[in-house]
């Protein structure tokens, strides 16, 4: 706990034994549960994929902002291509984001039901590595995700299977963040202000710098630092709303950095699981008792994601 949240060997769950498998399906539910967060070691994401759409990235925002301009897209609220600096606040603050950021979405055949519903990513011809390794890192995602995914089910008491049909050409975003260099004292804005995620479960790779904070029980601000070959995954407001708040979907910011690193940049790399939007995520009755009556009426995963990408600021 050293690192402010406990740690999980995915391996045991995929590759273990039956006393493996339920030792990493317990201990993954009792930190969801409790923190919100784990750290997740041997997950299968290669580190030299990582490290290459690391360096692509770094690549992608030192490129002139007239370049990254035409990689923003009008009308399609932020969720592919480029969302230029300012644009994106916390649903409580009016305040903008000291970031921009870089979006890869789901890709399926032009014959598939759900095509309309999914915009081409798009390209960069400055730097066509860039989109390409970002949709090698999806995968990588999905498939770790789609494994964490299971083990919440069992631990939820549900069939194994119940997010796979649900995940399977799900909504999910590869969000490259770029965090400038912090050029004047700034007037209220931190990197990132507090917030709860929209989606399933958040998946993400070591940034490039520190400054990641979760909000605990005690309403403390605890230091998230992730080893370098760790992700860290926590529960979205999707889950949480499903299990009617038994998986917690934990507040957490990105702080400013101390005055003498304000000229280092930070990049991260986080991927949000998102489902169909079909998903119904009326809560579980298994999760709805005396002690924790229903907090939410019903709701299609598609319009809560709509309601929250208002709430933002990305759509208008």
């Known amino acids: 706990m050293e690192k402010g949240i406990p740690t999980v060997d995915l391996s045991t ?68 291509g480029y969302t230029s600096f300012g644009k994106e606040h916390a649903k409580q603050s009016m305040v903008a984001d000291l970031k921009e950021f870089f979006q890869i979405g789901q890709e399926v055949p032009a014959d598939h039901p759900l095509k309309p519903f999914y915009p081409d990513n798009v390209a960069v011809a400055e730097l066509p590595d ?88 005690l309403y403390e601000w605890v230091p998230i630092m992730p080893e370098a070959d760790e992700i860290v995954v926590n529960v979205g407001d999707m889950l949480q709303r499903l299990t009617n708040n038994y998986l917690k979907s934990t507040t957490h910011r990105v702080v400013n950095p101390p005055q003498e690193e304000w000229h280092l940049p930070r990049l991260s790399i986080p991927f949000f699981l998102h489902p169909v939007s079909s998903m119904d995520l009326t809560c579980l009755d298994s999760c709805v008792t005396v002690d924790n009556p229903l907090h939410y009426e019903p709701i299609s995963a598609g319009e809560y994601l709509d309601e929250r990408l208002r709430e933002i600021g990305l759509k208008k």
């Open 130 to 217: 860039m989109p390409r390794l970002g949709r090698a890192l999806y995968e990588g995602f999905e498939q770790a995700g789609g494994h964490l995914l299971r083990a919440i089910a069992i631990h939820l008491n549900l069939p194994e299977d119940y997010f796979a049909k649900q995940i399977n050409d799900g909504n999910s975003i590869l969000r490259s963040i770029h965090y400038p260099p912090i050029t004047q004292a700034p007037e209220s804005a931190i990197r990132a202000e507090q917030h709860e995620d929209i989606n399933l479960i958040t998946l993400l790779v070591g940034a490039s710098a520190g400054g990641l904070q979760l909000l605990n029980s």
């Open 13 to 80: 769950f995929v590759y273990g034994n039956e006393l493996e498998k339920k030792k990493f399906v317990d201990d993954l539910g009792r930190a969801l549960h409790e923190v919100g967060f784990i750290a997740v070691v041997h997950h299968g994401i290669p580190t030299s994929l990582v490290e290459a759409f690391y360096s692509a990235s770094k690549a992608y925002f030192a490129l002139p902002e007239s370049v990254k301009r035409t990689h923003e897209i009008e009308g399609l609220a932020g969720q592919r």
